[in-house]
């Protein structure tokens, strides 16, 4: 089809021009009202000078101009209002408040920019957080802000006890020392065991989050201590779980490049008196240099390896010779050749990012070893093919006993992001399959019990959840459709013959199914899950791919017509492969809701690859 070609050629076209200086691709976040929030928090727990205080002004203003029409906030511009964004938000104008700031538009100094908007009326905006807060939380009682984060975390303290803390620093809790009764203690002294048996503490945070649980930990202590023997064992582990802190603290600054995990510890530390020590000089260096010109902050600096090797993939031999070479050295740069500090993982694994708040994970190293597949030549043979050995080897050493992958940590199993998840089992498999007889490492064995953990995981209507993508207007703000399409997408990888006896082919058919006769809406695009009211390019395109893909081997698996459709409301969402608006699908740590503008343009430039290979398959 002329039309899918030129769309193809446009949208590759917009995809290579997005690369970097270097070759490879940085992408770009979505700027976060929950980061920026949590920047001026910490901003403003440090004593600022007068030109924090203009970063403070900068980011204030940048908030009250992206509040909802309801009176909240959501984690994007995009998103809808949720309740531990807003009281963030809410608390940033209460330190504000403290440092006398009352609106305006603030500009000079470094990396700062001249505001062109009307000063902001923050007592208008303040009173609409609170209407809003008091609709959504029954009101501003500390017990009634404590229950409305507990309905959206549950158990997992990883998010809710940082926020309680944001709240009694920007004073919304009450006068200290009593407001940090309302912050649930956490126990830091667990980090004063030797890291290995973390697993087994069953600590209430998840692994990568070691940093919030020292300082949250310990100022929580300081403001409010335990009765002994607690009072004497905690302040026995204070001294050990701070050097452990600057240990596991990137040369960067920045925690993970994560705004809000490092924001959070610069805060904590701050209140713990604590604010002049290395630690928070270099978190508030990461903030400083991490503000975007328009006074907000994304959650994370960039997701350049996860961006590059997404790229890579869909282009495929779309990628022009020249700019192999150097993406591929870059990409073999960013592995790991020796034990990360911060979470003591062995080599051979890559991170999400080549900057130094980087920490090597499940997803990013199946992404590069596929990358590497697509990249490898025979001039780099040897060296390519020992990075993907170590690589897959790392992967196999990651494995859960269940057969299924974790993000960071083997056997922590307890919260999100430590247990198996079905999109990075499923792309360890494919990223093992791409080496599979060209390295010493066999790994069948590893491939066989992910495969039986998908098996057993997926669900009654053929679905999987995804880790790292949701939906906010799904119930439960999961996807369904995407989870489901990403794991069959990678399963099409795998040679049936070469898994008998395995329940490959039949969870194939069930993802199918589901995708074609649940998910697919009417106009033949798709949205997070059934009868999705809005569709996205980014759940059109996975699932549109996954089913082209699926339709390849041994004849038609689904019905020509349906494929034709659905690439027919690919073509008019991206108007012929022209324009591509994000969606807030993407979940980072935590449920932080999050958009990436390269993702839509990837994603269909993939779908393009894949559904001309359909077009164009034998006997079609």
Not at 93 to 113: D, P, Q, R, V
Not at 271 to 293: H, K, N, T, Y
Not at 319 to 326: D, K
Not at 461 to 477: I, M, Q, R, V, Y
């Amino acid at each position: 089809m002329d039309r899918v070609t030129a769309a193809e050629a446009a949208a590759q076209g917009i995809l290579l021009d997005a690369r970097s200086s270097g070759g490879w691709w940085e992408g770009e976040l979505s700027s976060s009202a929950l980061s920026t929030a949590v920047a001026v928090l910490a901003l403003g727990s440090s004593q600022p000078g007068e030109t924090d205080q203009r970063r403070m002004q900068q980011g204030l203003d940048w908030l009250a101009s992206t509040q909802l029409p309801d009176g909240g906030w959501g984690d994007t511009k995009k998103s809808r209002a949720n309740v531990a964004t807003t009281l963030l938000v809410w608390s940033a104008f209460g330190m504000g408040a403290t440092h006398g700031l009352k609106g305006g538009a603030g500009g000079g100094g470094e990396n700062i920019a001249v505001s062109e908007r009307p000063a902001a009326d923050y007592a208008s905006v303040v009173a609409r957080t609170e209407a809003w807060l008091q609709r959504e939380a029954g009101g501003l009682e500390p017990v009634k802000l404590q229950q409305a984060l507990a309905r959206r975390y549950g158990k997992d303290k990883t998010f809710a006890v940082p926020i309680l803390m944001a709240c009694a620093v920007g004073g919304r809790l009450g006068s200290p020392p009593d407001c940090w009764n309302c912050v649930p203690a956490l126990p830091f002294e667990l980090a004063a065991f030797p890291r290995r048996w973390f697993a087994a503490l069953h600590l209430p945070v998840v692994s990568y989050a070691l940093p919030a649980l020292i300082a949250i930990g310990q100022v929580r202590h300081l403001q409010m201590p335990a009765r002994r023997p607690w009072r004497w064992l905690r302040g026995a582990a204070i001294g050990r779980t701070q050097r452990l802190l600057r240990e596991i603290q990137p040369a960067g600054g920045g925690f993970l490049e994560a705004t809000p995990l490092t924001g959070f510890v610069v805060m904590a530390r701050c209140a713990a008196g604590a604010g002049r020590e290395p630690v928070v000089a270099d978190g508030l260096q990461f903030l400083r240099q991490s503000m975007r010109l328009d006074g907000s902050w994304p959650i994370d600096t960039n997701l350049a390896t996860w961006g590059t090797t997404l790229s890579v993939k869909a282009l495929g031999p779309g990628l022009p010779v020249a700019g192999r070479a150097a993406i591929l050295d870059w990409l073999l740069g960013q592995q790991y050749q020796k034990k990360h500090p911060y979470c003591l993982s062995p080599p051979g694994g890559w991170a999400w990012t080549d900057l130094p708040g980087g920490v090597p994970d499940a997803d990013d190293t199946a992404g590069a070893l596929l990358a590497l597949a697509e990249l490898d030549g025979e001039e780099r043979l040897a060296r390519n093919t020992a990075a993907a050995e170590a690589g897959a080897r790392w992967l196999a050493g990651l494995q859960n006993r269940d057969g299924g992958m974790p993000t960071f940590c083997k056997g922590w199993g307890a919260l999100p992001f430590d247990r198996s998840a079905p999109d990075l089992t499923a792309h360890a498999l494919a990223a093992w399959q791409a080496w599979r007889g060209r390295m010493a490492f066999d790994p069948e064995p590893a491939m066989r019990r992910a495969i039986h953990w998908l098996g057993k995981t997926q669900g009654k209507d053929g679905t999987w959840l995804p880790l790292w993508f949701g939906n906010e207007s799904e119930p439960d703000e999961a996807n369904p459709v995407y989870g489901t399409a990403t794991v069959l997408k990678y399963l099409t990888r795998l040679p049936e013959q070469d898994f008998a006896g395995s329940p490959l082919r039949l969870i194939k058919d069930r993802a199918a199914h589901y995708l074609i006769n649940t998910a697919r809406r009417p106009d033949g695009a798709w949205g997070g899950g059934c009868g999705a009211a809005v569709p996205s390019i980014e759940e059109t395109a996975a699932a549109l791919e996954a089913l082209a893909a699926y339709s390849m081997p041994g004849g038609e698996r689904c019905p020509s017509g349906m494929l034709e459709e659905s690439l027919q409301a690919l073509l008019e969402l991206t108007h012929e492969g022209t324009l591509f608006p994000p969606a807030p699908i993407g979940l980072y740590f935590a449920r932080l809701w999050y958009y990436e503008k390269l993702y839509p343009v990837i994603a269909t430039v993939s779908t393009f690859r894949q559904m001309q290979q359909w077009l164009h398959r034998p006997g079609a």
